[in-house]
Each structure stands twice: as C-alpha cells, then as structure tokens.
C-alpha cells in the first residue's frame, strides 16, 4: 500500500464528518481530533518500535512492557472510581496476569522474550485485561450497590465479607470474562482477529498466522481469568470496613 | 445477668440523627418487645445490636464486653438478627437453610431442618422451593429459621409475623416462647401489634423519634396506657 493511498483513506474519516454534522451528532471534533491523534500515536509508535526491536535489550524490553502495564492501569482504574487502590490492585493484577501468560509461552518456548515477539503479544493481552478489569469494577460496584439485601442478611448469619460478597464476586469475574469467551467461541466465523489479519496483509502465510493467533486467544483467556480473578478478589475488600460492615454508597 | 447493655447509645447517618441517648438492658433468657411509631429508629436499633452498623456515640456491650471488641463474625452468630424484609437468596429452600451451616463449617443436617420447619407449619416440600414460589409469610418464615440454624444466644426479629395471618402467628410465637424456655436463648423483637406486644412481651421498649419514650415491665406498659 502506497502513503499516498493511505492518505485517500482518508475519505472515510470524512464521510463520518459529514453525516456528523448534518446529522447534527455534534461529534465532528472528536472524530477529527481522534483520527489526527491515531496517526500521530501509531506514526511515534511505529519509530519507537522500529527503534527498540533494532536495539532487543531485555531492559528496555521490559521497560516497555511495563509502561504499557502501567498505560492500561491508569485506564481501568478510571473504572474503579468506588475501589480504594483501584490503581494498585489494576496495576498489580496486570502485571501479574502478563507475567504468568507470558512466562508461560517462554518456558514452552512458543515465543522468545525478544522485543519483536514480546511487545505486540503483550499489547494485546494487557488491552484485553484493561478492558476486562474496567467491567469487573463496574459490576462489583454496581452489584453492591443492587444486591446490598442480600450480601447483609449473609453478614448477620455470620458470613465473613468474602463470602456474603460471593455471589458478586463470581458474577463480575463471569461477566468481565465474557467478551472474551464469545470472541473465541465465533473466531473465525464472525470475525478473523486483526493479529490474524494483520500477519497475513503482510504476508505470512495463514496458517502459521492462525498458528499465532490461536496461542494469543489462548494466552488472552487465561490472562483476563488471572487479572479478574485478582483484582475482584482484592476489590471487594473496599465496600467493608475492619467491623465487616458495608460501607454505605 | 445482662446479656445486652446499651449505654447512651446516638446513631447519625447523613447528617441526621436517628437513635439518640439510648440506654437499656436485657435480661439473658428475655423476651423483649419493641414497638413505636414507623420511622421512629427500631430496625437501626436492631443493626446496631447486630453490628451491621456501629454506633455514633455510646456503647453496647455483649455479655459485659464492647460489642466492637468481639470478632464481628463470631457475634453476629451469637446474636442473630432476621430482618424486616426478609431476603431468601436465589436457589432453594434447602439451599438457603445450608447456608447456616456452611457458615460455621458444618454440615448440614436435614433432619433438623425439617424438624425447625415443622415447628413454624412449613411442610417438608418447602425444601424444594425457591423464593418466588413462596408467599411473604412463607419467605419470612424461612427466613426465621434459617437464623434460628446458626443457633444464637440472642436473635433479634424484626416485625416478622407482618405478613402472618393470626393462626401462623401463633403458632410463631408459642414456638419462640418454646425457644426461650427451653433453650435460653434471648428475643429481641419488634412489632406494630400491640397483642403480640401483650401476647409475648415481658418487657417493653417503646421509641419515639429515635429516643426511648417508655422502657419496663409489660405490665406497667400496659397499665400506663390505661390511664
Ligand atoms: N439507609 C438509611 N439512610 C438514611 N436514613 C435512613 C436509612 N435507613 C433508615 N433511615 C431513616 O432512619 C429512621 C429510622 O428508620 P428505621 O428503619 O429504623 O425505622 P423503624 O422504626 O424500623 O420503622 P418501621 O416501623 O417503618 O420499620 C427513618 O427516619 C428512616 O428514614
Ligand atoms: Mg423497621
């Protein structure tokens, strides 16, 4: 694909723009302002990229995986606003998650811990968890707020906080799991995944492309289980106080 | 002896005060009703004996020891509380009344379950119910004896026989009585009828406006509403 070719594709953008304005949807701005920033973000990346795999330094194979890590926790936290340490338990459950999925593939030696194989694969598992974790704290929060009946006649039978909450806990853990679960369900039949698809566009030969993509699907699912699991198990502690009461919302 | 003391107990949430200069103590083995005006403060009067809430101001002690001194856990099975709305979780009849065993890692045993159920006119096939396929009356007591399951010293009920019709109250509260008598177990409980009131009460607590307006024996209740 030639610059110049990509640079037509902005007509798409601006067919947005001017059903936005006519419509009146008042999105105009955010959507100039949106595709400007992709560029400019992907086009930085891009060099950054190009940059580190030259480099492949483990440090700053590290480093890097780390801001991303760091990235994703600021956005999920923001999701979190009712959890105390939104932040720390976003962070840590992330990173925790990462680091046993892709240990994992390393020790099987599906992949090498080299910039080139680390950092996409990582950006996708750390995205999925980001988004997982973002639901996860919506529900709990949501759930307490629902189920608070129910979670206090489990505390006057004599139930520690843990396990009046439960119920909350399991249906948050489920539902951050969910968009995950149906996208392996329908792979390949409703959607061919953009690593996938990207792979082949470039040139890889499907299947070892698919190759890839099944251990990422993989690796996604068992990383979104570990960061739920995590953050809604250190989560919950925050709608209690040190008498096992709820905290009123 | 006194199994629960409250001392000058204030309860203030947002800003408002609901339960204020409360004092007052109960008698192990007791049957105390309380009653007074809707809104005036019994039910968070309740959850602060339960500690699902801890006072603003004052103390309540537990068999001579500050409530917030016992693991909350350990005493909210000593001191029991059902509810005024009563909430059976999802699941069945059976599975509600496991969760008061499981609760204190033990097994369940059906055969007193059955045996509880029995004494407040639920029948065996209740067992296999879940929550809305029973009515109000049925859900509260299930609710009852679900707590009674935890085997408290104290429980504390909270209007349960509102939605009773009168033979189910009876029945209800000759079964309480039988639980004190036999078992010592102390009753904390709340209504809006003034018969219960004199049916089960020997001492009486009234509020009004989150203070106690009347606090001895039922007989003098009753004979000072008389005059
Ligand atoms: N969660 C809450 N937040 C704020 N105020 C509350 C809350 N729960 C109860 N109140 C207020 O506290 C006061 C006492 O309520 P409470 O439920 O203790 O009354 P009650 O005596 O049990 O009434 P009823 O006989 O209707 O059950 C009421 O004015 C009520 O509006
Ligand atoms: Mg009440």
Redesign the interface.
Request: charged share 20%.
């Given at each position: 694909m030639s610059n110049w070719a990509l640079a037509l594709t902005y007509i798409l953008p601006t067919i947005a723009i001017i059903i936005s304005y006519r419509e009146r949807l008042g999105l105009e701005r955010d959507i100039i302002i949106g595709s400007i920033r992709a560029v400019i973000q992907l086009s930085i990346i891009g060099l950054i990229l190009k940059f580190i795999f030259s480099l492949d330094n483990v440090f700053i194979t590290s480093l890097i995986l780390l801001i991303m890590v760091y990235n994703a926790t600021l956005v999920a936290a923001k999701r979190g606003e009712k959890i105390v340490h939104a932040k720390r338990i976003s962070f840590v459950s992330i990173l925790l998650s990462l680091i046993i999925t892709l240990g994992a593939l390393i020790l099987v030696k599906a992949i090498s811990y080299t910039p080139g194989e680390a950092i996409p694969i990582s950006g996708m598992v750390v995205g999925n968890s980001m988004i997982a974790l973002g639901v996860l704290y919506k529900n709990l929060a949501d759930s307490f707020f629902d189920r608070r009946d129910e979670v206090e006649v489990k505390l006057c039978l004599g139930a520690k906080p843990r396990e009046a909450a439960r119920g909350l806990i399991r249906n948050s853990i489920k539902l951050a799991m969910a968009p995950t679960v149906d996208s392996m369900k329908t792979m390949g039949i409703v959607q061919l995944p953009g690593m996938m698809t990207g792979l082949i566009l470039a040139g890889t030969a499907p299947e070892i492309a698919i190759k890839y993509q099944i251990m990422v699907m993989f690796m996604i699912t068992g990383s979104v289980t570990i960061a739920g699991f995590s953050a809604s198990y250190w989560a919950y502690r925050s709608f209690f106080n040190d008498k096992a009461q709820l905290y009123d919302i | 002896m006194n199994i629960i003391e409250c001392d000058k107990v204030a309860f203030v949430?947002?800003g408002n005060t609901i339960l204020q200069n409360v004092s007052f103590v109960v008698g192990e083995g007791d049957i105390v009703g309380i009653t007074g005006p809707s809104g005036s403060g019994k039910s968070s009067l309740l959850r602060l004996v339960?500690?699902?809430?801890?006072p603003t101001k004052g103390n309540i002690f537990y068999k001579g020891k500050n409530i917030?001194d016992y693991n909350?856990?350990?005493l909210?099975?000593e001191i029991?509380?059902?509810?005024q709305?009563p909430?059976i979780?999802?699941g069945t009849v059976y599975e509600n009344l496991v969760?008061?065993y499981t609760?204190?890692n033990l097994q369940p045993d059906k055969a007193e379950m059955l045996a509880f159920m029995d004494k407040v006119n639920l029948t065996p096939d209740f067992l296999d119910k879940k929550r809305n396929e029973m009515s109000g009356g049925e859900q509260q007591r299930v609710?009852f004896v679900?707590?009674l399951l935890?085997k408290p010293e104290v429980l504390l009920l909270d209007e349960i026989t509102a939605a009773l019709d009168e033979a189910n109250t009876e029945i209800l509260e000759n079964f309480i009585r039988q639980q004190t008598e036999t078992k010592n177990i102390t009753i904390i409980f709340i209504t809006h009828n003034i018969e219960q009131l004199r049916r089960l009460a020997q001492n009486v607590i009234c509020i009004k406006d989150g203070q106690i307006d009347f606090q001895g024996t039922a007989q003098k209740y009753f004979s000072s509403r008389e005059q």
């Open positions: - | 949430k947002n339960n500690l699902l809430q801890s917030l909350p856990m350990l909210r099975r029991g509380y059902v509810l709305k909430y979780f999802a969760y008061s609760v204190r609710a679900r707590s935890v």
